[in-house]
């Protein structure tokens, strides 16, 4: 049987060989991993059982090719988009049919519709995000996909709430006298300002000023406070002119009248007279509902009428009898010329009063001449009732108290007209508003100490528009897009699979693996999670062959092959002998 021994060796060296040199020649891919020739010896089947010390194995065979799973060295690269794993998984990649294979290469790409791909065009799997409004991306640990860069522009965000974090400078004193009104032109009627950047929902941006005035004292001893008004301006435009004072509670210093709600727009008749019964229809702040005209007041006959007067508390009753106004509530009040003016109680531009015929006609009502509109007294930047911030300071310098309500509650509504500041709605968009009920503009980080006025910092929710300039990829596999406005959007996730046993995964080329039976089904989950690996992006991992060792393998198999060879013709040189016997 010495043949079949030298034979068996033969191949089995060759084999080995082969897979030294399939190492070698993979010493420069990325993600491979080296392989190993297990060896077996093989002996004879005995019918009679005999074996022990007289049993003489037939050769050896190659029992398996076994990969080395381990962990290649990681280098770093200067592709965004190239992504190593540091420790257990595999990439989970699928083509065109939805078949699914596995790899340890990270050389990724976008394709010409923006997913993420190999050099082989097999798309990279993993998690996608959701967005909606105010998010910058939510992952859907669901079910996995191929994985879509979204290349379209990051949509702007409307300043809705912001944080204002300054020291007061408690060595201020109270404006000079001449400058107790309040401007933002006039330097010495405010102490301290500082501004900030605001965004509309176009992204256009805006400049919010805010203007700090000292306010004096109140209280004495361990309850003294320490008081500061706040003022703002958009775009240069202030919120208010007028002096603060009047019913202010705070009665020092007293700096003239403190201006009150705005008046809502208004619609004034020349005269009022009507015939009993009959409806109109009264619109308020696009609200509109029928009111009904009648003689509650005294009979009248066919041609009786209402003056003005009586008129307004017709229509006065008659709107309260309408219901379903809301909040937009309108008043008959007659002027000093005895002229009828309908006002909504709304503060603000948005505000407005209109009257249409019903059974009645309008001019059978007010007469021929048509009504006048009057916006009444709400400026371009429309600033809600009591937008006067007070700030108040205990004498350690810490903040105690917002608006002087006795706790720090939330700053004033703050509801902005862009419109009318920016002077086109079509650059401007909808109404900037920062919300009390939304965090408003929060000052509770605000100090008073006896140093100089200093910003600590800014800030808002709102940014322009963004184009995406950069992808990077996180630790646990998140891939994020940054944009030229500053702000980064979570835009998927990448997964990894792991195998119970990855020595029963079957290498198809390409550096991919498909699952088998002996290989177990693939665990899918983020990176980080479970036993999984983390991710490095702009990194590869590199093949896992040991050169060295590879050039000292090969030596070794050779001798072993010349040696088996050699067992060949010892035992050809025995049979020869044998053969010559006379």
């Known amino acids: 049987m010495g043949f079949q021994q030298g034979l068996s060796g033969l191949n089995s060296s060759s084999k080995a060989l082969d897979v030294v040199g399939n190492n070698?020649?993979?010493?420069?891919?990325?993600?491979?991993?080296?392989?190993?020739?297990?060896?077996?010896?093989?002996?004879?089947?005995?019918?009679?059982?005999?074996?022990?010390?007289?049993?003489?194995?037939?050769?050896?065979?190659?029992?398996?090719?076994?990969?080395?799973?381990?962990?290649?060295?990681i280098t770093s690269t200067s592709n965004a988009l190239d992504v190593a794993i540091n420790g257990n998984g595999f990439f989970v990649m699928s083509d065109a049919s939805g078949a699914l294979s596995y790899t340890r290469n990270g050389q990724f790409q976008l394709d010409k519709n923006g997913y993420l791909v190999n050099a082989d065009g097999l798309n990279v799997t993993g998690y996608p995000a959701s967005y909606t409004t105010n998010s910058l991306g939510v992952i859907n640990s669901t079910t996995p996909s191929s994985i879509f860069i979204d290349p379209t522009d990051l949509q702007p965000q409307v300043t809705t709430k912001g944080a204002i974090a300054v020291n007061l400078d408690a060595r201020a004193t109270l404006p000079p006298a001449g400058h107790e009104s309040f401007s933002a032109a006039d330097p010495?009627?405010?102490?301290?300002?500082?501004?900030?950047?605001?965004?509309?929902?176009?992204?256009?941006?805006?400049?919010?000023?805010?203007?700090?005035?000292?306010?004096?004292?109140?209280?004495?001893?361990?309850?003294?406070?320490?008081?500061?008004?706040?003022?703002y301006a958009l775009d240069g435009v202030a919120n208010a002119t007028a002096a603060?004072?009047?019913s202010d509670p705070w009665t020092t210093p007293a700096l003239g009248p403190q201006p009150g709600t705005l008046v809502g727009t208004a619609i004034t008749y020349p005269s009022a007279t009507v015939n009993a019964g009959g409806t109109l229809n009264l619109t308020v702040n696009g609200t509109t509902k029928t009111i009904t005209i009648r003689d509650s007041v005294t009979a009248l006959g066919a041609g009786g009428s209402?003056?003005?007067?009586?008129?307004?508390?017709?229509?006065?009753?008659?709107?309260?009898?309408?219901?379903?106004?809301?909040?937009?509530?309108?008043?008959?009040?007659?002027?000093?010329?005895?002229?009828?003016?309908?006002?909504?109680?709304?503060?603000?531009?948005?505000?407005?009063?209109?009257?249409a015929?019903?059974?009645?006609?309008?001019?059978?009502?007010?007469?021929?001449?048509?009504?006048?509109?009057?916006?009444?007294?709400?400026?371009?930047?429309?600033?809600?009732?009591?937008?006067?911030?007070?700030?108040s300071f205990d004498t350690s310098g810490k903040l105690v108290d917002y608006n002087g309500q006795g706790g720090l509650t939330p700053p004033p509504g703050l509801s902005i007209d862009l419109a009318a500041v920016v002077g086109s709605t079509n650059k401007a968009?909808?109404?900037?508003?920062?919300?009390?009920?939304?965090?408003?503009?929060?000052y509770s980080l605000t100090t008073q100490f006896g140093t100089a006025f200093g910003v600590n910092s800014l800030t808002q929710d709102g940014y322009p528009s963004g184009r995406l300039t950069k992808i990077s990829v996180s630790q646990d596999g998140v891939i994020q897009g940054n944009y030229t406005n500053g702000q980064t959007r979570n835009m998927a996730q990448i997964v990894l699979a792991r195998f119970t046993n990855p020595n029963g995964l079957q290498s198809i080329g390409g550096n991919q693996w498909q699952e088998?039976?002996?290989?177990?089904?693939?665990?899918?989950?983020?990176?980080?999670?479970?036993?999984?690996?983390?991710?490095?992006?702009?990194?590869?991992?590199?093949?896992?062959?040991?050169?060295?060792?590879?050039?000292?393998?090969?030596?070794?198999?050779?001798?072993?092959?010349?040696?088996?060879?050699?067992t060949i013709k010892t035992q050809d040189s025995l049979l020869q002998t044998i053969t010559n016997l006379r």
């Open 24 to 73: 070698v020649s993979n010493s420069g891919t990325i993600g491979f991993k080296s392989a190993r020739a297990q060896f077996a010896d093989v002996f004879a089947a005995s019918l009679s059982g005999a074996g022990g010390a007289s049993q003489v194995g037939i050769g050896n065979r190659i029992s398996a090719v076994a990969q080395q799973f381990s962990q290649g060295n």
């Open 306 to 355: 209402y003056d003005a007067t009586t008129l307004a508390a017709e229509i006065n009753a008659a709107i309260a009898n309408a219901g379903a106004f809301g909040s937009a509530v309108a008043t008959a009040t007659v002027s000093a010329s005895g002229g009828l003016i309908i006002t909504s109680a709304t503060t603000g531009t948005a505000s407005n009063v209109s009257v």
């Open 516 to 566: 088998t039976f002996t290989s177990g089904v693939p665990l899918v989950g983020a990176p980080g999670s479970a036993s999984n690996g983390l991710l490095q992006d702009s990194a590869l991992e590199e093949s896992t062959v040991d050169l060295t060792k590879e050039l000292v393998d090969m030596i070794t198999f050779q001798r072993a092959y010349q040696a088996n060879a050699q």
């Open 244 to 246: 603060f004072g009047g």
């Open 188 to 231: 010495l009627s405010y102490n301290s300002s500082t501004s900030m950047s605001i965004y509309d929902s176009l992204g256009n941006v805006h400049t919010l000023s805010t203007y700090f005035i000292y306010a004096g004292t109140t209280g004495s001893g361990a309850s003294q406070q320490s008081n500061w008004r706040v003022r």
């Open 429 to 442: 968009g909808s109404p900037l508003v920062i919300d009390p009920q939304n965090g408003g503009l929060d």
């Open 357 to 391: 015929a019903g059974t009645l006609s309008v001019a059978s009502v007010f007469g021929t001449a048509a009504p006048t509109s009057t916006p009444g007294s709400n400026p371009t930047v429309a600033f809600l009732s009591g937008d006067d911030l007070r700030l």
